[in-house]
């Protein structure tokens, strides 16, 4: 069995070069990676659909599937510590081409986020500078950040985790002052406007609860290889990443419930923004907030550029697509040909404004997902070949609990919108196909798939 010692050569790893992170810096990534703005749009799209109520009962249940989603995977990624991560897991549980769709669908999804958030962005900005002409405005967002990363300064870590933090204090000075301007008969009427949804409803909230907050779990498993302490990681800065993700939020988020009726709230492009400029007028404050709005920008498509490359480059590699996607720079070691490929990808959605319609789908992505991380677990438990067994505490029946909680939320988001469902199963299950039967037919699939389906990272460094 070849080690990770023995075949260096195809070890994206040392590849790329990147600087080890601390736990701080990749949790930061992770409550990093959506926008502020979009971030609100999913509590005040939730909250109009079946009342504030609910969506909070929903948001509880959503939040235990993640942490339960975290158990089976710190046991998974122990086992199994490579950089293709779910790619990694699925061809040890005998479901490799099922687990590469998942890996290279990160792609178009995380560019649909950029979609919603161009969207929100361009009205925000539209709103400052009413005569600039709205086309602009993706370039101005996306432009400076791309350059950046073209010219191998990438943004790092470090300094992602100190925009992060910046946006953590801008959050509580606004907590804060939306929550000394609650009002309990506006809360109230948030609060329930529609009867119980039942199960499949339920099921249903928490599955767009989830599309956001598995933000906070994925993008750090993909750079789960960078880490300097791999258990602190794993164990502290995953859980902080949900906690960042909470307060950098949630809490806002649902404090403006009682400031403003949610038909109100949907004519702001960013409610805490549009809160600070009814409220105070544009002040010094104002100006604060527009940061804020700033900042999140820059820290998502970082993350944008950062790991997506990284997925794009390694698929390449693979021989799944075509070499040339899998170059590097030489200064900075970035993958300039996939950041291209990125950016091109995000503008062409910018001025698609169809909101439903990538809430859901990116909602059939994230509940679907946990299923597959449900059944590498099962697989993976199955398997006597890993040098560390799968031997998480209670791991199969909540394995088996979470594989059905998906199926309920994957079900429940199908009956309310059920061309986005269909359109993601429809495109896993072409990539499944294409990896399966094409990708060995190649000359370069075939000798790189031959070696990454042999290839284990050994568990023993952990």
Known sequence: MATIDEAPAHDDIELIGEKKLTWFDVSTIGSGEFLAMLTWGFIV????????????????????????????????????????????????????????????????????FMWLEFAVATAFLQGVAPGVDKHIWPLVLIGPLAIVNLAGFQITAKLQATLVSIMLVLNVLLGILIWTHFNSSVWSENWAQVSAPGVIGVATIAGLWI?????????????????????????????LGLIQLFFLEFVVGIG?????????????????????????????????AFIFVIIGN??????????????????????????????????????WVAILFLIALALAGAYWT?????????????????????????????NKQLERPVVARFGTALAIALLVASILMAYGVLKEYPA???????????????????????????RYRASVLQRRTSAARL
């Not at 122990?78 to 005998?94: F, K, L, M, N």
């Open 45 to 112: 799209y939730i909250a109009s659909i079946y009342g504030l109520m609910w969506g909070l009962i929903g948001f509880g249940i959503a939040a235990v599937i993640v942490l339960v989603a975290w158990w089976l995977y710190r046991e998974i990624v122990t086992a199994v510590p490579e950089a293709g991560w779910i790619q990694s897991w699925s061809r040890e549980a005998g479901l490799f081409s099922l687990g590469t769709s998942y890996f290279i669908l990160f792609v178009p999804v995380y560019a649909a």
């Open 211 to 239: 599309a956001l907050m598995a933000g906070a779990l994925e993008a750090q498993a993909i750079l789960v290889d960078d880490w300097d302490n791999f258990k602190r990681s794993r164990d502290v800065g995953m859980p």
């Open 256 to 288: 403006i419930m009682g400031v403003f009726p949610i038909g109100e709230l949907f004519e702001f492009a960013v409610p805490p923004v549009s809160f600070v400029e009814v409220t105070y007028g544009k002040n010094l404050l104002y100006v604060l």
């Open 298 to 335: 820059a820290t998502t498509f970082n993350v944008y550029f950062m790991t997506m490359g990284k997925t794009i480059a390694t698929y390449a590699h693979q021989g799944a697509i075509p070499r040339v996607f899998g170059r590097y720079s030489t200064r900075g070691a970035v993958p």
């Open 354 to 382: 169809g909101y439903e319609f990538i809430v859901h789908l990116v909602s059939a992505w994230a509940v679907t997902l946990y299923a597959v991380v449900a059944l590498c677990f099962l697989g993976m438990r199955r």
């Open 420 to 446: 986005p469902s269909y359109v993601w199963f429809g495109v896993v299950a072409l990539v499944a196909f294409y990896d399966y039967f094409i990708v060995p037919r190649t000359a370069r699939g075939k």
